[in-house]
């Protein structure tokens, strides 16, 4: 990807062996470097640690230790907000709610195809590479039309006392600051752009969350 580290590093929490190895091998082959970790409570103490954090974390959910949920949640309370993939066998629609409610950016149910993960990656990795590609940001303004966004930067806007600035990831207040996952952005970003609209379930999953309509989801 252009103007991104050449080996941006990927941390893999996940303790079936032969499945991490198979990750480590095929993520080091596409260019990132990796960490592994295969208990929960370890991975947290080095996620939290880790200076500079990872580009991305590919997390299992079921894990000794914490499970996944914990760790995106204890991250995200620590102002920890690296894009996170949640890897697990455990597909139904609960879990993939309580996945992305807990702050993951994205979830990826096993058996999974390399291709579609190593996709979905590149995927978050590109927009928070968009996300803070451009330092400088247009001026604020109330939300009255849709926006004209040029390609790879994300507006500033203006609603009521809040301003949701998207280069940011955050969301500020008069008394204080909000900060979002790559999902939550991406998902204020789609409907800020069709203001006065009425967005159905469908449009949303398709566009934002990348679903498509057949999928069972609920």
């Known amino acids: 990807m252009p103007n991104m580290p050449s080996r941006p590093l990927i941390a893999v929490v996940e303790d079936e062996d032969h499945l991490a190895q198979g990750l480590l091998f095929n993520l080091e082959a596409e260019g990132y470097s990796t960490h592994h970790e295969i208990d929960g409570d370890a991975a947290l103490q080095w996620l939290l640690k880790a200076d500079p954090p990872p580009a991305a974390i590919l997390l299992d959910v079921m894990l000794p230790g914490m499970d996944g949920f914990g760790i995106v949640r204890a991250l995200r309370s620590a102002g920890r907000f690296t894009p996170v993939l949640l ?3 455990r597909g139904r629609s609960e879990d993939v709610v309580e996945g992305f409610a807990a ?5 990826l149910a096993k058996p999974f195809d390399l291709h579609v993960l190593l996709a979905r990656l ?5 927009r928070v590479h968009w996300a803070t590609a451009d330092p400088g940001a247009p001026p604020a303004a109330e939300v009255t039309e ?3 966004i040029a390609e790879n930067s994300q507006p500033i806007f203006t609603l009521a006392d809040r301003t949701v600035d998207l280069d940011a990831l955050e969301i500020r207040a008069a008394d204080r600051v909000i900060h979002l996952t790559v999902m939550e952005a991406d998902l204020l970003r789609y409907l800020l752009e069709h203001p006065g609209k009425v967005v159905a379930r469908k449009e949303l999953l398709e566009n934002v969350w990348r ?3 057949d999928t069972d989801t609920r």
Request: proline share 5%; aromatic share 6%.
């Open 146 to 148: 849709a926006p004209k």
């Open 87 to 89: 890897l697990t066998a």
């Open 122 to 126: 590149s995927a978050l990795l590109r």
């Open 103 to 107: 702050g993951a950016d994205d979830y």
């Open 211 to 213: 679903v498509h309509e």
